[in-house]
């Protein structure tokens, strides 16, 4: 089956965790993810500048980590990541910013990318709130 | 045939950012042509209320991107009108043309759709 997984809260929510655990479980049975989308504050999840406390798990990095090592297709919401301060190297030039913060292996697109995985799709699971 | 989705959005229009960003969701399905619904749930059916004065929060108004749905084919519009009800609105007008729908309408419309996205 093919999963879409949409992801809406920062790394440091539980859901963003299950979100991944959740991932892992779709891919070790065998099926296939389109696309793995980050919206809302789920988009400070592909931020690089993530600092955690030693004695923390890093969602964050743990979320790149698999993205890297399965090379998925990982999208974050253009709009919602400027608004929150993610940017890759063509957005802080354009916009003036001196951090390029956007994680290896993420990619800034539109809403478009969202709906475009929604049509290749079977499922698509939203991961939220707390 | 096109996957069409039912997005639930049960944010309050001036609790941040979420409300338009759900509602952005729902443009760029109309911008793609792709079918989606969309049900105001919870806080997400105060942003239906009428004559709303964002600028006293200096917010911009969200009412203005509601009136575009039309525009973007987004033509599907339901409320829960028991979450109107609970809000003492049960009779308010409502800003946009939308179906108030009961329990099982609800039900009907999640089981009728492809997707169901609640933000």
Do not use: L, T, Y
């Given at each position: 089956m093919k999963f879409v997984i949409n992801v809406l809260s920062?790394?440091?929510?539980?859901a963003t965790r299950r979100a991944l655990r959740f991932a892992q479980a779709v891919l070790a049975a065998g099926h296939e993810i389109v696309r793995v989308f980050f919206y809302q504050d789920g988009v400070l999840t592909a931020s690089n500048n993530l600092v955690v406390a030693q004695d923390q798990q890093d969602i964050a990095k743990q979320w790149q980590a698999f993205i890297t090592e399965n090379k998925l297709d990982a999208v974050v919401c253009i709009a919602a990541a400027l608004r929150r301060g993610v940017l890759d190297q063509a957005e802080a030039q354009r916009y003036q910013r001196e951090a390029v913060n956007l994680a290896d292996g993420y990619q800034l697109s539109g809403l478009g990318q969202l709906h475009d995985a929604l049509q290749q799709a079977d499922r698509c699971i939203s991961f939220g709130g707390e | 045939m096109a996957k069409s989705v039912l997005l639930i959005s049960r944010q309050a229009p001036w609790a941040g950012i979420g409300a338009a960003e759900a509602l952005d969701i729902a443009l760029a399905a109309g911008a793609f042509d792709l079918p989606l619904s969309i049900l105001f749930m919870d806080d997400g059916v105060l942003q239906l209320l009428d004559q709303q004065q964002p600028q006293a929060l200096e917010q911009k108004d969200l009412s203005a991107n509601l009136q575009a749905l039309p525009m973007f084919g987004i033509e599907q519009l339901y409320v829960a009108q028991h979450c109107l009800t609970v809000r003492g609105l049960a009779d308010n007008p409502l800003a946009l043309t939308a179906e108030r729908v009961d329990d099982q309408r609800i039900q009907q419309l999640i089981r009728q759709h492809d997707y169901v996205m609640t933000l």
């Open positions: 920062s790394s440091n929510a539980p | -």
